[in-house]
């Protein structure tokens, strides 16, 4: 987990320095905000679960940017030969960059979130907490499936092409059941009608992390 | 490779049983009372969806052979039984929208098992995407291998989550019973048996013709190494 944990602080440390990736990604999250806005018609009032498709729209399209970033800055140089060769297991060089796209992704998000209350109306924001809770969770799942995607992509010659095709198919049971919930906590519905909902995307966090653990040494050795 | 007389009998027998299933579901199983002529449409179609299913399964265990063996020939067998997964889940969805048109009204709607299906061929149509952008074996093979793992794990949470909408599919086979006429049901059994017996021969054929392709590429670097 030390290790990890070096990585980690290395990648925030040169994103930090660099700002590439959390600087596109909150522009575009933001530029689909106001697109998304215009498509719907501007100055009308949305019901709850088309707002939550606009702010989830907006999240995943953004955080996809980073993602790319998050292993392929690793073969620029070849770096990654480099980490292979130090005494750091692959499942930690995973477990690294799937915190490092989720704190990318949580960073996005502490604006993109407050920026969507501006332009929707704050009336969405009744349910903070829980909202909170939500987007940690979908966060959680797209890293894990993500990072793993993004290994494959950077071994490719199409990474930017190539990432959202292959992550969307996967992705989309998480991207729906997010809007279904997210809508249901801004229709001010009770907890109970959607939590078993939650458990969904709890389990497809928690699954793929597995699977991504598995299977991450087997992608990362083909660089 | 594979000795003669069996590679000629296997496409007659296919033959045969497309035939007996052609001749069953027009002229022996009854027609059904309030869907009409379209009913007949279910046995290719759940023989079809079920083949699809199959060929996702092995592609799946094949990934985990490959992953575990690293002999190149998982690799052929798991990109073998994708390509014929994805021809037939795509037909799988157009028989299912030629027959909702007319039984629901609509040609799409967003049931649990059509949402699945669809999210299936998004998948296994990005693994062939995948294939086509990296050119060296050994790495195709393990990003393919983990892109079929994933896909399959996929399927069970897909189901789930489709089921925020209410499904209208008609649930004619469920765990305990069969709500089907038995000549209905032996048709079906005849379809089934057709198209296995097809996804067999295409799976035999799409991989001699890979393997023999691998043989050639080799024999060919051989000779430009000076070795023969």
């Known amino acids: 987990m030390r290790d990890a944990l070096l ?16 600087v596109s990604m909150v522009f575009f999250g933001f530029l689909l905000l106001v697109i998304l806005n215009i498509a719907m018609g501007i100055g009308r009032e949305l019901d709850g679960e088309i707002a939550a498709g606009i702010l989830w729209v907006s999240i995943i399209f953004s955080a996809v940017l980073g993602l790319g970033r998050v292993l392929s800055q690793e073969k620029e140089n070849r770096c990654i030969d480099g980490l292979l060769l130090s005494p750091v297991e692959p499942e930690q060089i995973y477990a690294a960059k799937t915190m490092v796209n989720f704190i990318f992704m949580v960073v996005a998000e502490v604006v993109l979130i407050p920026a ?9 924001a009744r349910h903070l907490p829980m909202l909170v809770v939500v987007v ?23 990474n930017e092409v190539l990432l ?40 497809f966090g928690f699954i793929f992390s597995g699977v991504g653990y598995l299977l991450f040494d087997y992608v990362i050795k083909e660089g | ?69 690293k002999d190149i020939k998982w690799d052929v067998y798991g990109s073998s039984s994708v390509e014929i997964g994805v021809v037939f889940i795509s037909l799988t969805l157009m028989s299912g929208v030629l027959w909702a048109r007319p039984i629901w009204n ?4 967003w049931d649990p098992r059509l949402t699945t299906a669809l999210i299936l061929w998004f998948i296994y149509v990005s693994y062939l995407i995948l294939r086509t952008s990296v050119e060296q074996e050994g790495k195709r093979a393990a990003y393919c291998a983990v892109l079929a793992i994933v896909g399959f794990v996929d399927v069970p949470i897909v189901f789930m989550s489709a089921r925020i909408w209410r499904t209208i599919h008609p649930v004619v086979i469920r765990s305990d019973s069969i709500d089907m006429e038995p000549s209905m049901i032996l048709t079906l059994v005849i379809t089934l048996a ?35």
């Open chain 1, 7 to 22: 990585i980690v602080k290395k990648d925030l440390l040169t994103e930090f320095r660099k700002k590439e990736s959390i």
């Open chain 1, 116 to 124: 969507f209350f501006v332009f929707y109306g704050d009336r969405f």
């Open chain 1, 136 to 158: 940690l969770l979908v966060n959680l799942g797209f890293s894990t499936v993500g990072t793993l995607f993004s290994a494959i992509t950077a071994g490719t010659r199409r």
């Open chain 1, 164 to 203: 959202p095709l292959l992550l969307f198919p996967v992705i989309t049971p998480l991207i729906a059941l997010a809007v279904k919930v997210t809508g249901s906590l801004f229709e001010d519905v009770p907890y109970r009608e959607y939590s078993s909902w939650l458990y969904v995307i709890a389990a």
């Open chain 2, 1 to 69: 490779m594979d000795n003669g007389f069996r590679s000629r009998v296997l496409p007659v027998v296919v033959g045969l049983l497309f035939l007996s299933a052609i001749y069953t579901i027009f002229f022996y199983a009854p027609t059904e009372r309030v869907m009409g002529i379209v009913q007949k449409i279910f046995y290719v179609h759940l023989s079809m969806a079920f083949t699809a299913f199959l060929s996702f399964f092995v592609a799946f265990v094949c990934g985990i052979l490959y992953l575990t063996k």
């Open chain 2, 106 to 109: 609509t040609w799409w709607t």
């Open chain 2, 194 to 228: 057709a198209f296995l017996s097809l996804w067999f021969l295409l799976f035999k054929l799409k991989t001699s013709v890979a393997l023999t392709c691998k043989r050639i590429r080799f024999l060919e670097n051989k000779m430009e190494g000076g070795d023969l």
